[in-house]
């Protein structure tokens, strides 16, 4: 059985909010579980979530989850601080010039679709782990299928985050042969 939020409400006591992420479901005034209440914001940043506790004598009173989208947002904080501002201009330049920068070329457009990269080998999976394999170099890589998640353009390809969610990040070791040997005697 899997391990989830609802099962952990249901079989753990104790919890008042759950704050949970992995499945990029919305829930927009959260779910109640028994006494807890499991709060998620959906995903890629399109709503922020709000908790708020009533507590008193050190007793939770009242719990409630809700989510503001951009203009809900907006109204808790209209305009952010200079120093927030400027922080924000800067970064937004960085990734802006970044994003313009050519990172690959393809003859045809690779697809994400669910049934292949997440089933078989992809050729946008190969580009992927080639990609980790080239900057921590290594002499093989591997890419988990479900960080795929939109195709890459036919021809110049400047913008791999929506298809590639998980920003290429590497891990390293060492694996020789005699490491192989012991786990398939095991």
Do not use: W
């Not at 921590?136 to 939109?150: H, K």
């Amino acid at each position: 059985m899997p391990i989830t939020s609802e099962r952990i409400a249901k079989e753990v006591p104790g919890f008042d909010v759950i704050i949970d992420g992995h499945s990029h479901t919305t829930l927009p005034q959260g779910l109640k579980v028994g006494k807890t209440l499991i709060c998620q914001t959906g995903y890629y940043g399109h709503d922020l979530g709000k908790v708020e506790l009533v507590v008193k004598d050190h007793k939770v009173r009242k719990v409630q989850g809700m989510l503001l989208d951009r203009q809900g947002v907006e109204k808790l904080a209209a305009k952010p601080s200079d120093g927030v501002a400027q922080t924000l201009s800067e970064i937004k330049t960085r990734v802006d010039k970044e994003m313009q920068e050519v990172v690959a070329e393809s003859p045809r457009e690779l697809t994400s679709e669910r049934d292949i990269v997440r089933k078989q080998e992809s050729e946008l999976g190969n580009l992927a782990a080639d990609a980790i394999r080239h900057a921590a170099g290594a002499d093989i890589a591997f890419i988990n299928g479900g960080s795929l998640r939109s195709n890459l353009p036919k021809g110049k390809v400047t913008d791999t985050y929506d298809a590639i969610m998980s920003g290429l990040d590497k891990l390293q070791a060492e694996y020789t042969a005699n490491n192989a040997a012991t786990e398939i005697s095991a």
